[in-house]
């Protein structure tokens, strides 16, 4: 008889317990299925978009590898798509990159440019930001505004300050102002001097001095 009492003890502590805690402990049990399974589902989703901004990147690559305006449109409509659709994707600061330079090689400056302000404006990607304010930097050198140009190099990482400095020069040399564009290029051969385009630099050095 004692026996049976203390397993009924046992049985309604159980039950008192249960009655307490089990709808808790149901819920517990569900939410944490539920964020495993939303944590599946995210990489899931993580995993398929960059499989489609790698196909997008890949076509891309490959219409710049090609000329002709249906190239051009290629590399365009392709950019585009991963501007819209997968901004912060790694394959999107690429394939940017990658347009801006097939479209500027080719001529099409103003699309280029675009692709880079894009780019410039967003800062998707930090590392690869300084290399886009480089290269637009050259593309308005080249479409002579270069007020916009100098506006590029300001505050550069330390990385890139002799690049920076370099296309500096060429901007203000650009402008007829001499001797700025020497100080800049000056600055560029010290901070590029373990690089070898230091000799390019110091290439416009000396031509500046004998013009």
């Not at 886009?132 to 190099?153: C, M, P, S, T, V």
Request: proline share 3%.
């Amino acid at each position: 008889m004692a026996y049976d009492l203390e397993e009924q003890e046992k049985l309604d502590a159980m039950r008192a317990w249960w009655d307490r805690w089990g709808t808790l402990c149901i819920v517990l049990a569900f939410a944490a299925l539920a964020a495993v399974a939303g944590w599946r589902g995210w990489q899931w989703y993580q995993g398929h978009q960059a499989g489609q901004a790698m196909g997008y990147f890949e076509a891309l690559e490959s219409a710049a590898a090609q000329t002709g305006e249906e190239a051009d449109a290629r590399v365009l409509a392709a950019s585009t798509t991963l501007r819209n659709d997968f901004p912060k994707s790694g394959y999107t600061s690429r394939g940017v990159l990658l347009a801006a330079q097939a479209l500027q090689q080719r001529g099409n400056l103003t699309p280029a440019r675009e692709q880079l302000e894009w780019m410039v404006k967003t800062n998707h990607d930090p590392a690869l930001t300084p290399l886009a304010r480089l290269r637009l930097a050259g593309i308005l050198l080249e479409q002579k505004n270069y007020d916009e140009a100098l506006a590029q190099l300001t505050n550069p990482p330390a990385s890139f300050a002799g690049l920076f400095a370099d296309r500096k020069g060429d901007i203000l040399a650009a402008q007829g102002q001499n001797d700025a564009a020497r100080e800049a290029w000056k600055q560029a051969v010290e901070l590029l001097k373990q690089d070898p385009i230091s000799q390019l630099v110091q290439i416009k050095l000396d031509a500046l001095a004998g013009a």
